[in-house]
Every structure is written in structure tokens, then in C-alpha cells.
């Protein structure tokens, strides 16, 4: 039995709550064997729907003991915005095994709260003879924090209470491109990491988050011809003549080639210049290496080349180039931007509830088998729950709570956004019980042997005037009984004994004669040294019934087993005179 109950509530954990709203559970008959289907319930997310079916299959009998049906009675702990909803909620939640062994429970609802959960579920299944059979497991559920994302990035959580720490990550990434990142957190930081850290959100409000992302290529911005070398030197254009040596200057112009040998730029052509500078190029460099060779335009002659270089950038700068028998120069290599994404997102950090204050509503000592009311009260709060040493209590969500026993105690409150807040400890202690107060009667004297507590005799009920000693000597006959408190104020009150006073004649006329233990148990011993004759003995119970009668001429010890407890007059009687002693019997 204690398996199928244990079964039960494994689906029980997060599923019936008064109010459910989750109806329309479908049935899985597939599975025939005594279970629950699926056995463990997924996680729940923050903020997110949450929609699962359970189906069981229930036992028909349990140790020899067919089973009349299942109920189930009571689930405590759902965090908020959770709820469940039993397939004969009409019914009461109750299932006879015997008519159909399928039952089945929907979750669903938005859990606003992140955590795990201890939920209390009972279960009651009645057996044929034995009847209820009653259990309380507590399961717990896990509601993991909610994270956002959007197509550029994501982070975690999204929402969070009083204070968040988030993580970030970029989402768009391409090996084709130089990824660039500029982040804005909305707390006054920034970053350009692709995985940027930990942010921290130190208080509540709506925070927004900008992330600009941007693919960009390396690409030629500027070039720079400083010297040539005379390749140019002796067309029509520019004669070489004798002893005037070369005429004119060169027509410069600038052709760049990709790694298939495709032009991707040809510069305007500079007249009559020995150097030239092209700003303002951006020429992508997306298919390396490159060629890049400098001309002497010509009209009439054929283009004169003045240098052909090649080169494979892989990073920004500027770098310079020469060779081809004196033509040199530079180039700069930047990044052009192909595509830029710009978005944004909210992180969400709410307010805790005011943190609640904890009245006892009477003393924090309590006696034994006593309790005291705790209350506990926060503007905000719309949920509560107690706590005992820091463990929760099962069923203990309301704002007041009724303590029976020594421990430190808190409570947590939660808002409608599902953050919390506990108050300080207060500290609840039990006295512990007052042993049990009798007292004996010797005479007309009554006494106890308790120490150290307040004591009060007490008549048919009430209490007697000014009589607080540890004795008290009687003058009436009346039900009689003793009240022992300590310092807290815990009382104990003892059993009452109706008594009798009683006189005793003087003792001098029973020299001799002594009566002991009193109270006694068994045997009462009467001791007899120097006292003439015989004495006789008659012992009356508290109606004046002659209980015991007979005639002693020596020391005797009388046998009192058939007798019942209580209270007793002994009279002794001889030629010197009587004698009366109340005894009292315990066995």
C-alpha cells in the first residue's frame, strides 16, 4: 500500500489546488501497469505556460486487501500561478479502482515564482477492514528562472527580484565576417565582447538593453604611390633625348586583381606626377591575396608597368610597399562595414515585499500542552509561508500560525510578482511538563515533597485562603487536592482526596504502640513494646465501613493487598484508651 500511495502523490506534487482552473485532461491508456505516466513532472519555467497530462494507473488491491478507492485529500505548496485540475473534480477527486483503473491530472498555469518547492500531498486510500489508510509525502518541484532572448542575443535570467545578476551572449555570428558587438546594459556599462560579464542589476526598475552587431570585411581605404622606377622613361609620350635625358613625368594609375584575377578596382589616372595618393577606396579584401600593379598610362605607346606587388592583409594598418627596381609607396588597410543589426531587449527586476514583522500574540514561553498564536503581517503580501529552523512547513501558508512547540521561528511573504522576503526569527519556548504533584497525609496534615514551585490547597474547588505552604493541616471534611505552578506560570493540579479530620486520643494512653508506613502499600506494620492486654484494631474506609477487624495481643503486620487505594481511619483500641490515625493506601 505504502508504494501505491507513494506513486500517487508523485503526481500529485504540483497538480490540485482549490480553484484549479486546468480542465480537460487526456488519458494515456496505453500503459496498463500500476504507475504514473510520465513518472517525474518536466520542470516548469518562470513566466512561462506550463501545460502537462498525467495519467495513472491504479492498484486494485494492496496486501490481501482490495482497495474501495483513492482520494486525493489535501496538496499544499504550488508556487504562485501554478495550478491542477483532477479528471472528477466533481467527484471530489476520488477514484474506485475497481470501475476504472485510469485517472489523470492537467497542470497548468504560469508559475511566477523560480525555485524549488516542497509540496505536502495527501493521500487517503480506503481498504476493505482495514479502512483509511493515510499519507503525507512531500515532493519537491523546480521552477527554473526565466531567461529571455531575441534574434541577436540572449541572457539569464529576465526577471528577477530585488537585485538580478545576468548573463549575456550574442547570437549572430559569421567566420566569413569581422563580428564586431557594442553593447549598452542600461546600467551604465558597456561592452564589446561577444560574451560579455556578468551585469549587475542592483535594484528594482525596467532596465534596456542595446546591442549593435556588425559584420564587416578588411578592405583597402587608401593608396599611395611615393617613388617609380624609369619603366616610363623613352615612349613617344615621354621621350628619353640625347643629353636632355628623360621628358614629361609619368601618367600614373593603379590596377588591383583578386585571387582568381579579377579586377576589382582601377584607379583614375594622375598626370605628370612621380607619386600619387587614392583616398577613400574601400575596396573589400573577401578573396586574398591580392595583386596590385602601377601603371604609366600611354595614349599613343602601350601602358608602361612600374611594379607589380602582392599582398594578403589580415589585419587594419598601414603597410608599405617597394621593390620593382625603385617603385615604392603604402596602402591602408580599414574595415568596411557589409551589415549592421541593431536590437534591444528589458531586463525586469521587481520590488521584494516589505519585510514582515512577526507579533506573538501572547507570551513567548508557552507551558506544556499549551500553544501560542503567531502572526505575521507585510503591505504587499498575498502569499505566506512558516518556517521552523529554517525548514518549511508543510500546510503552514497562512498569515497566522498557531505554535505548539520549542524552535525558532520565521515567515516568508511573497507578491504578486512572486519575490519574498522573510522576517527576523523569534524564538518560542516550551516549558517543559511539571512532573506529577501529589501529596501525603499524615494526621490531619497534609503535605508534599515538591520543591521549588508556587503551591496552592485547594477545597471542593476552590482555592483555600492563604494556604500556599507545602503543608496544610485540615479542619474539614471535603475533597482536597494541590496545585503546584512554577515561575512561568505552568501548573500542574494533583488528583483529589476526599478526607475526613479526624482526633486522636492522647498518646500517652497507648504507650508503645507505633503504626508505620504511612501511606502504606501492602503490609501496615503495628508495633506493640510495653503496651498491656490486647488491642483491638478496626479499620473504616471513608463511608465508616468496617474494612479490616481483629485482635492483636503482640506486633503484627497487617496484610492490606485486598485493599483498594485511598484513604482510611485506623482505630486502635485497648484499656488505656483509643487511638485514631488516618492512613492512606497506594499500592
Known sequence: MNRFLLLITVFTTAMFQAGAQCPGCAMNMSYTSPGIYPNILPNGTQNQPYDEDVTFVMFTDTMGFAVNYFKITSVSGLPLGLNAECSNASNGCVYNPQTSIYGCVKVCGTPIQAGTFTIAVGVTANLQVVGNQNSVINIPLTITPASGSNSDFSFSPATACDSANVTFEAL???????????????NGAISNLKN???QHYDSAGTYTVTLQTQFSVLSISKFTVSSVNNNWCGDVEEPNLPLLGCQGAPDLFVVITDANSNTVYTSPTINDVFSATWNNLNIPLTNPPYSFTIWDEDVISPNDNLGTFIINPNTIGTFNYSGAGGTSGSYEVATQVVTTFNSSDSIIVYPVPQQPIVSVLGNDTICSGDSVLLKAWSADAIAYNWYASDELIAGANDSLFNVHSTNLYKAEVLNAHGCNAFSETVLIVQQPPLPPVNFTVNGNTLITFLSDYHFQWILNGEDILGATNSTYSITQQGSYSLRACDDFGCCRISDALLLTPVSVSSMNELNGVVVYPNPASSVLNIGMTGTKGSVNIELFDLTGRVVLSTSIGHSVALDL????????????????????QRIVIEH
Open 172 to 186: 549572430l555570428n559569421n567566420p566569413n565576417y569581422i563580428n564586431t558587438y557594442s553593447w549598452d546594459f542600461g
Open 196 to 198: 560579455p560579464p556578468v
Open 561 to 580: 493487598s485486598n485493599l483498594m487505594n485511598g484513604t482510611y481511619i485506623l482505630r486502635l483500641t485497648a484499656e488505656q484508651g483509643m487511638m485514631n
